[in-house]
């Protein structure tokens, strides 16, 4: 089993809809959890953390569920910028809390 | 800072030579990770070090695969012999002690013939 497992898509929204992506993980010690942003052929980029009382900026909201070890990415009011995959992060936790593992992230498409 | 700067940004090798990949991390950050993402598996994290201390390397798919970290600002990624399955984009990413973000580079991209 992967250590980060997220749905490969592609989601295709239209503009202005809400997406929401889901991501698990399976080290219950994974203490520190993120979304980062990668752009067709550039390197990823942190788009925000995720904090365990949940956490949002603007139009992007993230959500930590421990007990059941998945996040969650909500995106309100989709913008063609948008249009980008997102990549679930968490670290590897206890003595290895260093480690950063991503998932194979969700390609994301929005359509005018 | 300029950032991670990662060397060359595309290499295209035959099948058998020995390919070397360059990483220069953000001065001041104490870790350095390697990945290679691939449309198959995603990005996976090869090894990363800590203070120039390699703290773990079992994502180093075998024995072809080496990297070193001589000093603080200078890593590379070495791959002898390469085959076509090692093509892939290698991204370097750079942490600071205490803090959530890696910092990637612009990743380098291999194809091996």
């Known amino acids: 089993r992967k250590e980060v497992e997220q749905d490969p898509g592609p989601f295709n929204v239209p503009e202005g809809a809400t997406v929401a992506f889901n991501c698990t993980y399976s080290?219950?010690?994974?203490?520190?959890f993120f979304w980062y942003r990668q752009d067709c052929r550039k390197e990823p980029k942190l788009l925000m953390s995720?904090?365990?009382s949940g956490n949002e900026d603007g139009r992007f909201t993230a959500q930590l569920n421990r007990a059941s070890q998945y996040i969650s990415l909500l995106i309100r009011d989709s913008k063609l910028s948008d249009s980008a995959t997102y990549l679930c992060?968490?670290?590897?936790?206890?003595?290895?809390?260093?480690?950063?593992?991503f998932g194979s992230g969700t390609r994301l498409s929005i359509r005018p | 800072d300029a950032g991670v700067i990662q060397s060359p940004r595309h290499e295209v090798t035959e099948m058998g030579q020995e390919v070397t990949l360059r990483c220069k991390p953000i001065?001041?950050?104490?870790?350095l990770f390697w990945y290679r993402q691939t449309m198959m598996r995603g990005l996976e994290l090869l090894i990363y070090?800590?203070?120039?201390?390699?703290?773990?390397d079992s994502g180093m798919p075998e024995d072809r695969f080496s990297a070193k970290m001589p000093n603080a600002s200078f890593s590379t990624l070495k791959i002898q012999p390469s085959e076509p399955r090692d093509s892939a984009v290698y991204f370097c990413?750079?942490?600071?002690?205490?803090?959530?973000?890696?910092?990637f580079g612009q990743g380098t991209r291999l194809t091996v013939v």
């Open positions: 001065s001041g950050h104490d870790y």
């Open positions: 992060v968490v670290n590897g936790g206890d003595s290895s809390a260093s480690k950063i593992i």
């Open positions: 990413a750079s942490r600071e002690r205490g803090t959530a973000e890696a910092f």
């Open positions: 080290n219950s010690a994974s203490q520190s």
């Open positions: 995720v904090y365990s």
């Open positions: 070090f800590n203070n120039n201390v390699p703290i773990d």
